[in-house]
């Protein structure tokens, strides 16, 4: 309560020492400090990590927490966080068991008819970041690792290849230009300290025009030549053909592996939907290096990380792929977006004589996101709202004021809702603050 207090009046000092506070406003504040002090109090004994609705239409939204997790998944964190579990128990000889088997025995049967002879195996860290991290660290720690010119990315802010490479403790040797590295690039960077040759998926960007890579096979080959391993971020890391859903460009994690990569690296809440991780699979021998890491203990994840996971998992090796709320919405037929926004704009029609609101439906396209398939759209429908007396950015305000919180495009002085990315439950919630829009009341 103290607390409370003190922090509302210090939020009016603070405005009139600024200046903000005109007169009449200082007297609106003293007037309202004990229902600010209230609201100080509630918030504080509330959650700070909210669910809000995603209506912007980016389906791995980065700042919205990238994939949403599936019943099955949400019900096995809970057995698997609830009670005590066999995270590390061997329950046949009744000892200590490893904690990889519960993933690694899912990813061995998606992973298996890669056709590729040797065994696969997989270990999963914290994010890609920490999986790109532990296998350079791993594989390259006091030699070279060669990467293209035209691969040194920023993925999201903070994670950049040559920073990665440095904290790894492998040397960077670049090779070829910005947009074209040919095989022989490679060779010729070949030396005795040459421990991995890299390649890193351009998840957020394209080079168009005149460029070259070496193919896939090609660098396998090469790295088979010399006896150095071959290792590919994927980022995203599909385990399903996204071909189907009209998703192109994106490497698949089989496609990768039978094209001789010994390692890939991708995230668990990008395209595989489910929570975030980091997986490593590839060569057995390879991926028991990098188990036997000492950073592996640092970047291990947690018994609900591997709940969540083993039951994405289990969705895929059983091919329901409707569980994965991710998948779901990037199959979305588009009839039924736009027959949700049509539903959505005759309710709220109906409902405020459509006073204040002009509603339309536009055609749009929707993102994948995430920092996956950069040319990755899906054609969409939009509910688009303008009106007179409201800015769009004021109705993009008062939706963010909701409760729960929704989170909209504005584009042109128009909000644009994308229903791909909003559950069909969450429809009625629109509908609702929609009309408290045009009310005034948030
Ligand atoms: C997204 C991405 C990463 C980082 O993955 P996180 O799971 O967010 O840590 C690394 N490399 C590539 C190529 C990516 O696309």
């Given amino acids: 309560m103290a607390e409370a207090t003190r922090r509302v009046l210090e939020r009016i000092r603070v405005e009139i020492s600024a200046g903000t506070l005109e007169e009449n406003d200082l007297e609106l504040a003293l007037g309202g400090l004990s229902a600010a002090v209230e609201r100080e109090l509630r918030a504080s004994l509330s959650y700070s990590l909210r669910p809000v609705i995603?209506?912007?239409?980016?389906?791995?939204?980065?700042?919205?927490?990238?994939?949403?997790?599936?019943e099955a998944a949400l019900e096995h964190v809970r057995e698997a966080a609830s009670a005590y579990s066999n995270l590390e128990f061997d329950l046949e000889r009744g000892e200590r068991g490893k904690r990889d088997i519960h993933a690694d025995r899912l990813f061995r049967s998606l992973l298996g008819g890669a056709g590729v002879e040797h065994e696969i195996s997989t270990v999963v860290v914290n994010n890609n970041a920490a999986a790109v991290l532990i296998a350079l660290n791993t594989l390259g720690e006091g030699g070279e690792v060669i990467v293209s010119r035209g691969e040194l990315v920023e993925i999201g802010g903070s994670f950049r290849i040559p920073d990665v490479m440095a904290k790894s403790g492998a040397l960077l040797r670049e090779v070829g230009t910005t947009n074209r590295t040919?095989?022989?690039?490679?060779?010729r960077a070949i030396n005795e300290r040459t421990r991995l040759l890299l390649r890193v998926h351009r998840s957020n960007f394209r080079i168009v025009g005149f460029t070259e890579?070496?193919?896939?096979?090609?660098?396998?080959?090469?790295?088979?030549?010399?006896?150095?391993?071959?290792?590919?971020?994927?980022?995203?890391?599909?385990?399903?053909?996204l071909r189907d859903a009209g998703i192109h460009g994106e490497p698949g994690?089989?496609?990768?592996?039978?094209?001789?990569m010994d390692i890939v690296t991708y995230s668990g809440d990008k395209l595989l939907g489910g929570p975030q991780a980091g997986m490593i699979s590839g060569r057995k021998d390879l991926v028991t290096k990098i188990r036997s890491n000492p950073l592996f203990r640092a970047l291990r994840?947690?018994?609900?990380?591997?709940?969540a996971?083993?039951?994405?998992?289990?969705?895929?090796?059983?091919?329901?792929?409707?569980?994965?709320?991710?998948?779901?919405?990037?199959?979305?037929?588009i009839e039924e977006i736009e027959a949700r926004a049509r539903a959505v704009i005759q309710a709220v029609e109906i409902s405020t004589k459509n006073q204040a609101l002009l509603l339309q439906v536009l055609d749009g396209e929707s993102v994948v996101g995430g920092g996956a398939a950069p040319a990755a759209l899906l054609r969409t429908k939009l509910m688009a709202i303008a009106s007179d007396p409201i800015s769009a950015d004021e109705i993009a305000a008062r939706l963010r004021r909701n409760d729960p919180p929704i989170i909209v495009r504005v584009e042109e002085d128009r909000v644009l809702l994308d229903f791909r990315t909003v559950f069909p439950e969450q429809d009625g919630v629109i509908i609702k603050a929609l009309q408290d829009v045009v009310a005034s009341r948030v």
């Fill in 182 to 187: 040919r095989i022989a690039d490679y060779e």
């Fill in 54 to 70: 995603n209506a912007t239409g980016v389906i791995l939204h980065t700042n919205l927490g990238r994939a949403p997790l599936g």
């Fill in 253 to 260: 994690v089989t496609e990768s592996l039978r094209g001789g």
């Fill in 309 to 333: 996971l083993e039951a994405t998992l289990l969705a895929y090796v059983r091919k329901q792929y409707d569980a994965i709320p991710a998948l779901r919405m990037m199959q979305l037929p």
């Fill in 301 to 307: 994840v947690d018994k609900m990380i591997y709940a």
């Fill in 213 to 241: 890579q070496p193919s896939l096979e090609e660098l396998a080959e090469l790295g088979r030549k010399h006896g150095i391993p071959v290792m590919e971020d994927l980022g995203s890391g599909a385990l399903f053909d």
